[in-house]
């Protein structure tokens, strides 16, 4: 997968994985990354289906409606990457946080819906459910932070807390942070998000 790894200065601290929304690339989410942790590796991941010329993680039918085989395949892809990138830079493959936006959200959230253990925790911004119908891995000690807007015309506030409830009842624990907007990556939300990866921090030191 094409991708970028900024290595850090600090080894104990996690590695973020960066996995942007649809139509854009692995530089997209850099400047979030710095602003949440400028001594964290850094592994931003470009999606490798294309929708129109526009970079996405996985198929959709239409909007809001996934490709289920193609996510459950293209989650597979991204879980082995994550194990070969962990061997080929050597960060910590039990201590990766991803962060994710919108589609990059989704396969986030797909990668905690399918993976015990292929994250340590998620900052999912716009996120909606990646899979109905499914028994979840049992992710106690996972953390997750979900940004979600009221007036969001993609994913509604309907969405964002099933997720939320999903991520509860499979032992997550999980913060919802709401804005009074539709389904732009805010400013406020992204210093939500920063406020909580300091507490997760702290509780992981």
């Known amino acids: 997968m094409k991708h970028i790894f900024n290595k850090g200065q600090d080894p104990t601290k996690p590695t973020l994985l960066l996995l942007h929304g649809t139509g854009g690339t692995e530089l997209d989410l850099l400047p979030i990354a710095g602003r ?3 001594e964290a590796n850094v592994l931003s991941v470009r999606g490798n289906v294309l929708e129109n010329g526009m970079p996405r993680f996985f198929r959709r039918l239409a909007e809001g409606v996934f490709d289920e085989e193609d996510l459950i395949f293209r989650t597979k892809e991204l879980n082995e990457f994550l194990d070969e990138a ?4 050597g960060f910590d493959r039990n201590n990766v946080i991803a962060i994710g936006y919108s589609n990059g959200a989704n396969i986030a959230a797909s990668l905690l819906f399918h993976y015990q253990n292929a994250l340590k925790g998620a900052i999912l911004h716009h996120p909606m459910v990646p899979r109905r119908g499914i028994e979840l891995p049992d992710l106690s000690g996972k953390s997750v932070f979900i ?10 506030p309907t969405e964002s ?4 409830s999903l991520l509860d009842k499979a032992n997550a624990k999980v913060e919802i942070h709401w804005e009074n907007r539709g389904h732009q990556l805010t400013l406020e939300e992204v210093e939500a998000a920063g406020q909580w990866y300091k507490q997760f921090k702290l509780k992981n030191m």
């Open 161 to 164: 807390s099933e997720l939320q």
């Open 36 to 38: 949440m942790d400028d």
């Open 147 to 156: 940004a979600a807007g009221t007036n969001d015309p993609i994913c509604s």
């Open 86 to 89: 962990a061997e080929k830079y």
